[in-house]
């Protein structure tokens, strides 16, 4: 089977460019740094109610020294050897090292001028307000393009309509808002641009099916110079990403084209038997093999996969993987597969091992270019190494800390003391009303652990410098959570503090 394209793979950070840095140290924890820019990135895009309070900049500063204290102290007891951290660091890894190559062979040669920009904010403009007609085959199209033309659109709509009920099948909406460019699809677009208003166009396929399109109206919006200038910098992000996964795209083929990559029928469908077998009862985390070598997997497909790692999978490059060498290179956690549908699950196995192979090639022109020494790539798996360390930590001290029916009692009520016996009877509480007492009191015994390991630390802060950084916020709802993912990943491309904080209405 040969694998019609090999993904792509690139960093967009909410679909922009990414911010000017400031270096500037804001806090030092122990000699580690927490900068300006990581800070401001941290509260812009963290947990909305971690930035409530009085001073909301202090303690969210106050809970990134506490992590830092507590990964620091995880480092002590060597809890960066537990299986947990050795294995995110080692997909972390991967995935950084990937996202370098982008950086150095597509991203950093990617100019966008003037031009482009006035050019893209021209085409916005301009809204189309269109109608359209589907068929099922080119023939039928041809059919209903020359009945628009000889009765009118409304004339074919209705024969179309009278055809899907007799089919017992609806229609639906075939007319649409106006629209701006970036509203519609480009393949939709490229019809439309060109098309005289109420002109009906050729038959086009698009999406597995065939289209015909009129336009109804064309609105073309007056900007002033100001507008020009006021939309330049979203309209800039709008042009340097589609030029950058355009030149992915031509990257990724020019790469992977020359190699040939071809799946093993034999191969294929073994490992597709097995793993639906094994997805179908749970979705793994971790390279199979570990599963495998530790006897955690089902005894039944274990024995399938063992039997099979011989068998070849895929060729490349003159090279071929057994499905073993495959496994060595499977980390399922990175690549998204579920046992929904047999059909999808194994064209996205297909896809899968396509991707597999890239990054594997990917990861060998990383490490031949020694990418791992590039300083952005080491801080970020710093900061990622300090947030799991942390993590760690923090679930042995919430974990080995058990609440009593007896603690809880006592706890409500010294809060209903201090509340002036507003709270409700302690005996009137239901089980979630519970759950809800003891997550706080871990909260508290967190804060608390937290605390006595920073009076130890070694700890400044430049609080002239806290007072004066500004931050993107809603001026709306400044405490609105809003999250920054990677497009390619839908993960975060940087560490945020903990949810779990809280700091106790008394302090």
């Known amino acids: 089977m040969r694998n019609p394209a090999v993904f792509l793979l690139v960093l967009f950070a909410a679909c922009s460019s990414p911010p ?16 300006v820019d990581e800070f401001r990135l941290n509260y812009e895009f963290g947990h909305g109610h971690l930035r409530q309070g009085k001073t909301p900049r ?8 506490l992590e830092q204290v507590m990964a620091h102290e995880a480092q002590q007891m060597r809890l960066d050897t537990s299986a947990a951290v050795i294995h995110a660091m080692q997909t972390l890894r991967e995935e950084l090292l990937i996202e370098r190559v982008f950086e150095e062979h597509v991203l950093a040669d990617i100019e966008v001028t003037q031009a482009e920009i006035t050019a893209e904010i021209n085409e916005n403009a301009v809204r189309f307000q269109f109608r359209f007609l589907p068929a099922r085959s080119r023939a039928e199209a041809v059919r209903l393009q020359g009945l628009i033309r000889s009765n009118g659109f409304e004339v074919a709509r209705d024969a179309l309509e009278e055809e899907f009920s007799d089919m017992g099948l609806e229609l639906g909406e075939l007319e649409s808002p106006a629209l701006s460019s970036d509203e519609i699809e480009p393949e939709v677009l490229a019809v439309l641009r060109d098309l005289p208003v109420n002109a009906v166009s050729d038959p086009v396929e698009y999406r597995g099916a065939w289209y015909l399109f009129q336009v109804t109206n064309i609105q073309r919006e007056l900007l002033s110079p100001e507008d020009y200038e006021m939309r330049a910098p979203s309209y800039r992000k709008v042009v340097y990403n589609r030029k950058a996964m355009e030149n992915a795209t031509l990257f990724v083929h020019s790469l992977m084209e020359p190699m040939n990559v071809v799946t093993r029928r034999e191969g294929f469908n073994l490992l597709c038997d097995a793993l639906w077998a094994w997805y179908a009862q749970k979705t793994p985390v971790r390279n199979l093999l570990h599963y495998l070598e530790s006897q955690q997997a089902d005894p039944m497909i274990a024995r399938k996969l063992k039997d099979g790692f011989a068998v ?10 057994t499905i073993r060498t495959f496994l060595e290179h499977f980390t399922p956690g990175r ?8 059909e ?3 064209q996205r196995l ?15 022109m990383a490490n031949r270019e020694r990418l791992d020494k590039n300083e952005a790539f080491q801080r970020t798996s710093a900061l990622w190494k300090t947030k799991w360390l942390f993590q760690e930590l923090r679930g042995m001290v919430v974990d080995s800390a058990s609440v009593t029916d007896t603690e809880t009692a006592a706890y409500y009520a010294r809060k209903n003391t201090a509340m002036g016996g507003r709270l409700r009877p302690f005996d009137s509480l239901d089980s979630l009303d519970h759950s809800r007492i003891r997550l706080q009191m871990m909260r508290e015994r967190l804060l608390t652990f937290a605390d006595s390991l920073a009076e130890l630390a070694s700890i400044s802060i430049n609080y002239a410098i806290l007072d004066t950084i500004r931050f993107s916020q809603s001026a709306v709802n400044p405490t609105m959570t809003v999250h920054l993912l990677k497009s390619n990943s839908n993960k975060m491309p940087f560490p945020i503090a903990d949810p779990n904080w809280r700091i106790p209405a008394k302090q």
């Open 20 to 35: 000017d840095t400031d270096e500037s140290v804001l806090a030092t924890v122990d000699g580690e740094v927490i900068t």
């Open 58 to 65: 202090e303690d969210y500063l106050r809970f990134l020294i």
């Open 344 to 346: 999808h699950f194994d």
């Open 350 to 364: 297909a896809n899968i091992i396509a991707l597999v192979v890239r990054d594997h090639v990917l990861l060998s």
């Open 335 to 342: 690549y998204t597969l579920r046992a929904r549908d047999r």
């Open 312 to 321: 070849p999978l895929v060729a490349f490059d003159d090279r071929e993987w």
